[in-house]
Nanobody, 122 residues
């Protein structure tokens, strides 16, 4: 079974940084993609970033370009989301999800992990 576990959330001040980690298990090869989504209180879940584990292709949502970076360590089955210059509007529960190919829509990722809360204080 494919399983994912996100970690690294916490409380940070505006302008601060956090690095989220997602450990994935259950894939027999690197033919998978990992995506980060977030959901703020009262808002719909939105895509943040995704990465293809086999070729490293990435996607970052426009509102996060220049601040967030996604990376991977295939040997450790880890995907990281480095978040810099955080803003109060980045406050949300961040989830990682896995699928068989790179995509921007959450419904393309059938495997979902529990989220980690990021709170950015003003």
């Amino acid at each position: 079974d494919v399983q994912l576990q996100a970690s690294g959330g916490g409380l940070v001040q505006t302008g601060g940084s956090l690095r989220l980690s997602c450990v994935v298990s259950g894939f027999s090869s690197d033919d998978y993609a990992i995506a980060w989504f977030r959901q703020a209180p009262g808002k719909e879940r939105e895509a943040v970033s995704c990465i293809d584990a086999s070729d490293g292709h990435t996607y970052i949502a426009d509102t996060m370009k220049g601040r967030f970076t996604i990376s991977k360590d295939n040997a450790k089955k880890l995907v990281y989301l480095q978040m810099n210059r955080l803003k109060p509007e980045d406050t949300a529960v961040y989830y990682c999800a896995a699928g068989n190919y790179l995509a921007r829509m959450l419904n393309e990722y059938p495997y979902r992990g529990q989220g980690t809360l990021v709170t950015v204080s003003s």
